[in-house]
């Protein structure tokens, strides 16, 4: 056997991992007892040690899984030379036994960490009952989750399906034959969209048409035609560019991730309800990465007191499993009927019964005003530690979702950390370090990332390139 089938089975059999699981769930979280073979990231004091260590090469089973990745995969993602094998609550581990402090949450997905028991058990026992079954029969679970999500939210109904880019592609179906059914009469119905600069919806056509990066719609143009792009935060431009007869919808995200952690303002937002109010067009919130309690909020648009017509939602709501939703007022659901939109398997029992333990858990009050905590916690901790650096231009976001927006490139100072063991994203146009950590992650462990990230910051000296 060699070393990737061991890998393989030991992934199939995660008991090989039992007495690290066991360790951490003794209630000494911190304590970290798990050895990496190079270094702790567990103690705050180790930051600069870890920082100074130089990175051993690959092992020969890291390296045996990226080359074979590199030889048989499509080459769409440009991966960390990291294999990861298991994770326990904020920290992952790689094949080698090296631990990582993740603020990255698998991109705002792991929202209770790595392995919670609830959402655990939750999965076993559907699994045991049962996984699949198709849309053509009704079932439990989806069911309960609809109702569920309905009843917390501003919407009168709902749809599933499996991703972020799939809800924003279902929206825009729904928003297109809204504008259909509420004018039967017109010839040409309003079929035109705004998104935002900085704006990030996904990589299918229609969603990819209202992402504003053109790196990732130029090379597989035509996309869906008919969106006007405006400038983030400015409701002059968007009230004269939501034009009657003109613009089916209008997409945008409260708190943009991709884009760069980019905030919207209560007049901005409120600016675009009037204008869609006015012109007869639909308001689409895209929550799929800050929504579900990221902001402290269980939706984001909650902080700023403005209801959409629609909202769609995916990464954390399944705790990791795939999952994408719509959530729509009554007006625009009566514009649909059957067989207008479907799915083989969005909304299976397995996904929606893991999504309901993930909800039980984040929808409680006291889980949210811990998350608001965190966050202005974390952002206290940043600038302490990171303002004053010349290469720190801003730290932004609020709740779990911050950026730090830097003068030059973050690559090397994402790099850095990763070396010393703590894990973070970027964003924006590559000069923004994100941080969407778990929302379950301890103060400790917020000291810990900060500490990291500063201790790592003169990884950016010498390097000039905002590009
Ligand atoms: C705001 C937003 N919308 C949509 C998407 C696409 O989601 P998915 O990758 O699940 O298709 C993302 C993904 O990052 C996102 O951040």
Known sequence: MNSLQATHLS???????????????????????????KFSSCLVSDAQQKVDASLEPASRESKEVMEMERNVFVGTYARAPVVIKSGRGCKL????????????????????????????NAVVEQANTLTH??????????????KRLVESSFADR??????????NEAAIKFARKFQRFSHPDKKLPATEFIAFTNSFH?????????????????????????????????????????????????????????????????????????????????????????GLGRTGHLWAHEAFGVMPDMMTLAKPLAGGLPIGVVLTTERVAAAISSGDHGSTFAGGPLVCHAALAVLNKIQEPS????????????????????????????????????????????????DACRDAGLLVLTAG???????????????????????????????????????
């Not at 792991?110 to 919670?116: A, E, M, R």
């Open 158 to 167: 709902v749809f599933f399906t499996n991703s972020g880019t799939e809800a």
């Open 93 to 120: 581990y790689d094949v080698d036994g090296k631990e990582y402090l993740d603020m990255t949450a698998g991109i705002a997905v792991n929202s209770l960490g790595h392995g919670d028991r609830d959402w655990l």
């Open 133 to 146: 079954v198709s849309n053509v029969y009704y079932s439990i679970p989806q069911v309960t989750l609809g």
């Open 11 to 37: 992934l199939v059999f995660p008991a090989r991992n039992l007495p690290r699981v066991f360790e951490l769930d003794r209630g000494n979280r911190f304590a970290c007892r798990v050895k990496s073979p």
């Open 429 to 467: 146009k590559g000069n923004v370090v994100r941080l969407v950590p778990p929302l379950v992650v301890s103060k400790e462990e917020l000291e810990q990332a900060a500490e990291v990230l500063s201790a790592c910051l003169p990884s950016l000296d010498g390097n000039t390139s905002n590009k």
């Open 367 to 414: 889980f949210l005003a811990s998350v608001t905590r965190k966050g202005l916690y974390l952002k206290e901790l940043l600038l302490k530690k990171l303002e004053g650096n010349p290469h720190v231009k801003e730290i932004r976001g609020f709740g779990l979702i911050v950026g730090i927006e830097l003068d030059v490139q973050a690559s090397p100072l994402v």
């Open 202 to 290: 996904g990589r299918t056509m229609g969603a990819l048409a209202l992402t504003s990066k053109e790196q990732y719609r130029l090379p597989f143009e035509p996309v869906m035609p008919g969106v006007t792009f405006i400038e983030y935060g400015n409701s002059e431009e968007a009230k004269k560019a939501i034009q009657p007869g003109k613009i089916a919808a209008v997409f945008v995200e409260p708190i943009q991730g991709e884009g760069g952690i980019y905030s919207a303002t209560k007049d901005f937002l409120q600016a675009l309800r009037t204008a869609c109010d006015e012109a007869g067009a639909l308001l689409v919130f895209d929550e799929v990465q800050c």
